[in-house]
């Protein structure tokens, strides 16, 4: 399509009075993702059916399109992705699969948003071996220090939520797999945002969840399990979906880990939300974010600012120092403009672009900075 930034602006109406640049905490929502709600309520209040079909049976059909197309833009096979209800919830899925015992190991860098220590890795004495970041950025180096035949997960972030640092994962993957470890990854603040392509990488599991640059709903998101794992993780729960008291067969893709009714409005809105991504294209919109976010770098530069994002336009979000930045975003907010302003790992602003941002958008923000 010809990207008519004017005219996509038009679908976010918010973007008619606020400068929005907080998209790694919650992406807006264009009108044509909020059709989808009111599709699914329509569908539901009038019961509009075929004959001989159930109301059930329509939303599960709809949920098995979204999951091909959720599949295709992230370069996997839709056999490879269940759908889940958070980022959490997919990684917890996939810390249950392992049989824990003493002397294994989980490495994972500092700022992860879910570090992976649960109660039963704690229960069965798993070591924690945590990746420090050195100058905001989490070193290859450092981690093959950390990562032995003992070593039974590596879990990472691909984009932090920090500092919008860039996790180098087909490296990860190669240390992780020569030792005979998984690789688990959480890529909320990735998809939608910079295209991917989790096959090529080779990774062994990613989570994410759909409401910040994929546009979608909260309550809903999405594990990917390589075909490679598929066999050996197994359901850590059960209900009427995975079902296997009784049944000759069992399911051995991906859904065996969906264990009862999902979020079937959710998936409606994520339909449309997964149209409009597709009718933009992950090309153009890989590009805009990290044109727009490299700019925001530049300009930052420009006035002298310490930038806390190690690397100029590889992800959506920048960073950068404020004494007292919690306070600054707060003050923004009266002037319509939307960041996060954080306290922890040092005061920093957060800004995060997507696709239907503009350069003004930037400057606006820049326009305030003593």
Known sequence: ???????????????????????????????????????????????????????????????????EQVASLIGVDSEEIAYTMCTGSGQNIVLNSFDWEKGDNIVFPEWEHNPPVSYDTEKHGVESRVLYQKGGRFDLSSLEKLVDD??????????????????????????????????????TQTVGALKVDYHNIDVDYVSFAPYKFMMGPPGLAFLYVSNDNLESINPDRVGWKNAIWNRDRRSKDA????????????????????????KVGMDTIDYRVKK?????????????????????GTSPVVSYMEDNAFEIAKKLMTQKIKVTGRREHRNHIRASVHFYNT??????????IN
């Open 150 to 187: 003992k070593t039974k997960l590596v879990s990472v972030t691909d984009v932090s939520y920090v500092n919008g640092f860039n996790m180098n994962l087909k490296g990860v993957t190669e240390i992780a797999h020569e030792h005979g470890a998984k690789v688990l990854v959480d890529s």
């Open 1 to 67: 399509m010809t990207f008519d930034i004017k005219k996509i602006r038009e679908d976010f109406p918010v973007l008619s009075e606020w400068t929005y640049l907080d998209n790694a905490f919650v992406g807006l929502m264009p009108s044509q993702v909020r059709e989808g709600y009111s599709e699914w309520a329509d569908e539901w209040y009038n019961y509009s059916l075929l004959p001989g079909e159930t109301i059930l049976g329509k939303w599960m059909r709809k949920a098995r399109s979204v999951r």
């Open 255 to 278: 859904s065996k880990l969906e264990y009862g009714t999902i979020h079937f409005q959710g998936v409606y809105a994520m339909e449309k939300a997964l149209n409009y991504i597709e």
């Open 292 to 312: 727009l976010s490299g700019y925001l770098y530049d300009k930052l530069s420009e006035l002298g600012i310490e930038i806390f994002t190690p690397e100029r």
């Open 359 to 368: 350069e003004d958008d930037i400057e606006r923000l820049i326009s305030t």
